[in-house]
């Protein structure tokens, strides 16, 4: 309501200075403090900002994350939002963590970097491996978060609920915090890399990725396609050794309901300004608009006008 009434009041303005021009400003969902999405969401705001056009503005939102962002489009509560492919598709046709609200009438608009299950104890723990989790105390993102679903499907596989650990409900960077202080023996997050929790948890701490059992990781992404395998070097995060993580793609998503000529705005501030985005955000650097075309659910008639005039 309240951006309706400002979109009102610059509307008013803009007609008695004699131009069709009317602000709009959006809000982007991205997640909590600590990960990737609320940094990326600041950069896609600002190239909003600086070469949208036409009085789009954009703000960056903090929220719990990935599950929670389909919903707040679906509420009002904000314009346009990140998520991941996997959850893009179930919000889209109102399942799983979106059965109750039904379906979601969204459209992607672009793809932007992996995110990763960042699985990291103390480089002394004693944790190896996912099934070692068991009976311990786990950091896993704040509820609503991207985090949750990625494990609520991962923990059938390996025969284990939620239930056999003791989780921690908190951000990515009070996850990683408790790590280090000791108040868990493990922290997850499925965040972009290099994320900001875990670059500050090992200036002041060794760290080590945990991994799978032999055959696990196979399983996992035969059982959904959307996952895929990435290598994180040792030089990520400077730990003593490489890490195999399961992952999605993320995407940037917005109701179908939302102005195309708006999203098409959107969507040309980011793409055609890549080199900027890469300079202010590294995730950025893992970015390929030619990737957009082939994410899970259809685009967004915005996005699908910008495709076309290429």
Known sequence: MQT??????????LAVLGTATVAEELRIGTASLGGAFYPMGQSIANLVNSHAGNGITMVPIVTAGAVQNPNLIANG??????????????ALNGKGPFSAAGPIDIGAVAALHPSVLHMMVLANSDIQSFE???????AVGPAGGGTLGLLN???????????????????YADGFSQLTDG????????????AGAVMQATAGAELRFIGFSE???????????????????ADIYGTAEAGTLI??????????????????AVTRAIFDNLEEFRAENANARQIDPAMTPKLAIPLHAGTQAYFDSK
């Open 215 to 233: 055959g696990m990781m196979d399983k996992a992404v035969a059982a959904n396609k959307a996952y895929s395998a990435f290598e994180l070097g």
């Open 153 to 171: 499907f991962l923990m059938p596989l390996h025969e284990m609920t939620m239930d056999d650990i003791t989780p921690s409900f908190v951000s």
């Open 4 to 13: 309706f009434v400002r979109q009102i009041i610059a509307s008013a303005a």
């Open 183 to 194: 108040t868990v023996d493990a922290s997850i997050a499925l965040s972009g890399y290099p």
């Open 77 to 90: 509560e904000v314009e346009i939002a990140i998520t991941n492919n996997t959850l893009a598709v179930l």
């Open 247 to 264: 992952g999605v793609n993320n995407m940037l998503i917005a109701p179908n309901s939302l102005d195309a000529a708006t999203v098409e």
């Open 132 to 138: 070692d989790l068991r009976g311990k105390r786990v």
